[in-house]
């Protein structure tokens, strides 16, 4: 009801936008906000990045998109929503194309990422391509 309120009167999306709907819905959620916050943060922490943002999109399961060097040092695959939820990872090659899309961390640095460090060892070889990436401690 409150955001049927605020939109009365608008014909456009740009009106919607200047609206700052999301604010308003902030407002809404007081102290369920923290909640919200915890089920599905807006950035994940990655061992040798800062913060990295995850996407939510309608009918599509949360993802992330980071160097593959990024993930290093992660054992297991990250999730939201309290651990039910496994993010898609998109691992990017140092040009930031995708070389890999999982949602088994553990399972890609075991049967894939041998092949793959071969290949990326060769395009790339002012990059670390550790044998056992999930070992690295951040800093490595």
């Given at each position: 009801?409150?955001?049927?309120?605020?939109?009365?009167?608008?014909?456009?999306?740009?009106?919607?936008?200047?609206?700052?709907?999301?604010?308003?819905?902030?407002?809404?959620?007081?102290?369920?906000?923290?909640?919200?916050?915890?089920?599905?943060?807006?950035?994940?922490?990655?061992?040798?990045?800062?913060?990295?943002?995850?996407?939510?999109?309608?009918?599509?399961?949360?993802?992330?998109?980071?160097?593959?060097?990024?993930?290093?040092?992660?054992?297991?695959?990250?999730?939201?929503?309290?651990?039910?939820?496994?993010?898609?990872?998109?691992?990017?090659?140092?040009?930031?194309?995708?070389?890999?899309?999982?949602?088994?961390?553990?399972?890609?640095?075991?049967?894939?990422?041998?092949?793959l460090r071969k290949q990326l060892m060769r395009r790339y070889p002012r990059h670390p391509w550790p044998e056992d990436p999930s070992?690295?401690?951040?800093?490595?």
């Open positions: 009801a409150v955001i049927a309120r605020a939109c009365e009167g608008c014909v456009s999306f740009d009106e919607l936008r200047k609206l700052g709907l999301l604010g308003l819905l902030d407002a809404q959620l007081g102290d369920q906000r923290s909640l919200v916050d915890r089920l599905a943060p807006t950035h994940l922490k990655l061992p040798r990045r800062g913060r990295a943002p995850i996407h939510y999109e309608l009918e599509q399961p949360p993802w992330i998109a980071s160097r593959m060097q990024d993930f290093f040092g992660l054992a297991r695959a990250p999730t939201v929503g309290d651990g039910r939820v496994p993010l898609v990872l998109h691992l990017l090659a140092p040009n930031q194309r995708p070389v890999q899309v999982t949602t088994d961390l553990p399972g890609f640095w075991i049967k894939h990422y041998p092949a070992a690295l401690i951040a800093g490595d």
